[in-house]
């Protein structure tokens, strides 16, 4: 079965830093990879996707993220923060074998310090 | 234009009563699921349906049931609810192996 793993739970950046969420994942063959985005109180926004291909993957908002194999990971990164990226994100696995149900990590808050 | 819609809400019920939550979707996507997310926010899927599959998480208790009139729409069922039901709970959509796009959420609280 699969399963992700995101290992920080909360954290803290300053705005206009760099940032960078990390994601690993379990799954036994090549997954399928999202990032989604809940701010309080909303849905889940995808932020991106990977599917294939390039490895690096840009998205919404001035996030990318890159597929490592070799690490079984799915960072997301951001070169410079504002304070409206303030949220709980989540990294994803796609079951492609199982109605593409996603497992989800853990989450993980971000807060943004003026 | 909602792509995704849940209502209600909000939901406060009592023990034992038996409520639905319906999900409905314009963007002729063939599956939809319903998640839940717990108190201390994780995400876990309790079904996958199209209109050839259901696809059931195992640990979800069969007092929850899905229920689709059409294809374009995903209801959830119920039954003699229990304290440990509250949460808040996600419907989606996907076309294919594509992402799901979630609707904005229904929090069930049990009291």
């Known amino acids: 079965a699969q399963s992700v793993t995101q290992p920080d739970i909360h954290i803290t950046v300053s705005e206009g830093a760099s940032l960078e969420l990390r994601c690993n994942y379990s799954?036994?063959?090549?997954?399928?990879l999202f990032w989604y985005v809940q701010s309080p109180g909303q849905g889940l926004q995808l932020l991106l996707k990977?599917?294939?291909?390039?490895?690096l993957v840009q998205g919404i908002k001035g996030f990318e993220a890159e597929f490592k194999r070799s690490q079984s990971s799915f960072n997301l990164r951001k070169p410079s923060v504002h304070w409206s990226d303030a949220a709980e994100y989540f990294c994803?696995?796609?079951?492609?074998?199982?109605?593409?149900?996603?497992?989800f990590g853990g989450g993980t808050r971000l807060m943004v310090k003026p | 234009d909602t792509a995704v819609s849940q209502t209600p809400k909000y939901l406060v019920t009592q023990m034992g009563n038996d409520k639905s939550i319906k999900c409905e979707q314009n963007?002729?996507?063939?599956?939809m699921y319903w998640y839940k997310q717990d108190s201390k926010k994780f995400l876990k899927i309790m079904f996958s349906?199209?209109?050839?599959?259901?696809?059931i998480n195992e640990t979800v208790p069969n007092r929850f049931s899905p229920k689709s009139p059409d294809k374009a729409h995903l209801n959830l069922h119920i039954n003699s609810l229990e304290l440990g039901d509250s949460a808040v709970y996600f419907c989606?959509?996907?076309?294919?192996?594509?992402?799901?796009?979630f609707g904005q959420g229904t929090r069930l609280t049990v009291v």
């Open positions: 989606a959509s996907s076309q294919g192996s594509s992402e799901a796009f």
């Open positions: 994803a696995v796609g079951a492609r074998n199982a109605g593409n149900m996603l497992t």
């Open positions: 349906y199209n209109n050839k599959e259901l696809i």
């Open positions: 799954y036994g063959a090549t997954p399928y």
């Open positions: 963007l002729g996507h063939d599956t």
């Open positions: 990977y599917f294939s291909g390039d490895t």
